[in-house]
DNA sequence: GTGTCTGCAAAGAATTTGCAAAGAC
DNA sequence: GTCTTTGCAAATTCTTTGCAGACAC
């Protein structure tokens, strides 16, 4: 679907700045506000960084993206809206996990541990991986085997 | 453990402001640094904020608590250590899931959409509830009184 | 007594807001 | 023409830091 469709398809007006930002998401599927004020910037010096956070918010509204927070902490926002689950490689790389039947075998594995009086509404997982080369030479830090001195 | 054995135990000196902090977080378990403020000064109002932030810090280093991020965002604080899954509810509650057997069934699962040399670290499971009842709206209490439960 | 920890206040980083002009429809 | 969006700069919020005195050991 051409962009200025999308937007208008969630009852969003279509700026330059906008198009801009939904082309930038749609490249690079995940980002951080950082990364994507630095990409959408390269692209356009001209919008500014308060726009870039008010289109975010309002992408999100709409429900053309939606969020997450990453490994590190920080607000991820996801091309991909609908419930998946992701895996963070020591590469900062992110990958989409869509299986439902991952979901399933979750949410009948916790089924009891739920309170009598709510019900599952969202499952996320996430999967840290690291190097293996770089496992292999893991130490465990601040094993401290004396005193100071 | 006394708690100020279990200081010393990681290296840490005991001190009247490390008491309470870690007195308040074997009280809730878990908690957002807000919410340990409220609580830390509540019972000492005399500890200063930079100095609860430099005490979290230290704790977490020493290997006392974990952290993870919260359904909100916000660094979530956890006097658990070992990997284990959470259940946020809609009453701002945290569940613990400590459940080896579902990290392993999950690990098994997405083992072939890991790259080729990566390895998994950890996997997180976060699970959020809703309130069943209030599928549509809140609903006033005071309507009918009638006894809790 | 020595080296670490705390309180204070200020700095720094990240995000939001008010307003007037520009722009979309 | 009307209502929304943008740019700008200031405000706000959250967290960290430097330093001097207090404290743990």
Redesign the interface.
Known sequence: MKISNKLKSVGLKVTPQRRVVYEVMQKICHGSIDEIIGIVRSQNPDITISTIYRIMDSFCQAGLLSKF?GNN?K?IYDITVKEH?H?F??GE?I?D?E?E??SE??RE??LL???E?????????????????N?KEKIDI?K?SSDSG
Chains 1, 2 share one sequence.
């Not at 009086?117 to 080369?133: F, G, L, P, Q, W």
Request: charged share 30%.
């Open positions: 927070v902490g607000v689950h895996i490689t020591s790389e990958i996990i299986d039947w991952l075998i979750i594995h916790v541990k739920i309170p009086n709510e019900a599952i509404d969202r499952i996320s997982v996430y999967i840290s991986t690291k190097n293996k080369e496992g601040d401290r």
